[in-house]
């Protein structure tokens, strides 16, 4: 089992740049797959990013690729979600999700741990 905190939410205006932090804790924390899943306001939660448990495989959703980086440090336990060039429809609760699958899906049912979430707010 594995517990997780997200961090690093907050207000910045468009095209500014966040970095959320998910620390995970468990004995076996770092071999678990990690996921960025986002929701707005009125809409269902959707997939953002993920990364697998050696950080060897990645996967975006196209509304992000080329502006978010997600990456890992095994030895913190930590995975982070670096987000650059910031817009207002990126404004949403982020939660991280984890499960110990080997391949990452961008389905939030397939994710069986979550945390609380941070919000991210982006100014126009």
């Known amino acids: 089992q594995v517990q997780l905190v997200e961090s690093g939410g907050g207000l910045v205006q468009t095209g500014g740049s966040l970095r959320l932090s998910c620390a995970a804790s468990?004995?076996?924390?770092?071999?678990?797959?990690i996921a960025w899943f986002r929701q707005a306001p009125g809409k269902e939660r959707e997939f953002a990013a993920a990364?697998?448990?050696?950080?060897?495989?990645?996967d975006y959703a196209d509304s992000v690729k080329g502006r978010f980086t997600i990456s890992r440090d095994n030895a913190k336990n930590t995975v982070y979600l670096q987000m650059n060039s910031l817009k207002p429809e990126d404004t949403a609760v982020y939660y991280c999700?984890?499960?110990?699958?080997?391949?990452?899906?961008?389905?939030?049912?397939?994710?069986?741990?979550w945390g609380q979430g941070t919000q991210v707010t982006v100014s126009s």
């Open positions: 468990g004995r076996t924390a770092s071999y678990y797959a």
């Open positions: 990364i697998n448990w050696s950080g060897g495989s990645t």
């Open positions: 999700a984890a499960d110990r699958a080997v391949v990452t899906s961008r389905l939030s049912r397939s994710w069986n741990y």
